[in-house]
């Protein structure tokens, strides 16, 4: 019984992260993360995963590291992280709608304090996700290279 609960709970927080990551390539967050933390989570009981795993995880590793290569860059990802962050603060305060405010009040801030919320812990994430990249990846190409090395080395171990 034990083993079953274990492949139940892996099995949902994998799909729940692969499905969020879906979600967060085109919404605001860190979607090839997610996308490779549920892949990873899901190889543990399925060969189709653990195949997947190895060219998300290149893939997310080297946005992060494009992500902080120009000071360019690194700004405007940190503006945008914490634009995101002023704009769950704004949803959570919920101002009355302006008059110069187009379309019907349905349309105004909607989803409440949860969408304020999501947006301030991806804001978040977001700014800790650069700091990471930062650390790890700026001005420092021999962590760049590790990351194609250790790619074509999995692939070599897969095809023998």
């Known amino acids: 019984m034990k083993g079953a609960a274990k492949r139940v709970t892996l099995e949902i927080v994998g799909w729940t992260l692969v499905l ?11 979607g090839l993360l997610l996308l490779f933390g549920g892949l990873a ?18 893939r997310a590793l080297k946005g992060a590291a494009e992500s902080v290569e120009t000071w360019p860059r690194i700004v405007l990802s940190s ?11 704004l949803w959570i305060m919920s101002p009355p ?15 409440g304090l949860p969408t304020g919320i999501t947006q ?27 990351i194609d090395e250790k790619s074509e080395s999995r692939a070599r171990s897969r095809a023998s």
Do not use: N
């Not at 969020?20 to 860190?30: D, R, Y």
């Not at 190889?43 to 290149?58: G, H, K, L, M, T």
């Open 20 to 30: 969020a990551g879906i979600a967060a390539l085109v919404l605001p967050g860190p």
């Open 97 to 111: 709608m302006p008059d110069w405010w187009p379309v019907s009040e349905t349309f105004w801030l909607p989803g």
């Open 79 to 89: 503006l945008f992280a914490l634009g995101l962050i002023a704009c769950g603060v």
């Open 120 to 146: 301030i812990a991806s804001g978040i994430l977001a700014l800790v996700l650069i700091v990471y990249s930062y650390r790890r990846f700026h001005g420092k190409p021999d962590a760049v290279a590790a």
């Open 41 to 58: 989570v899901l190889s543990q009981q399925y060969d189709w995963a653990e195949r997947r795993v190895a060219p998300i995880e290149r």
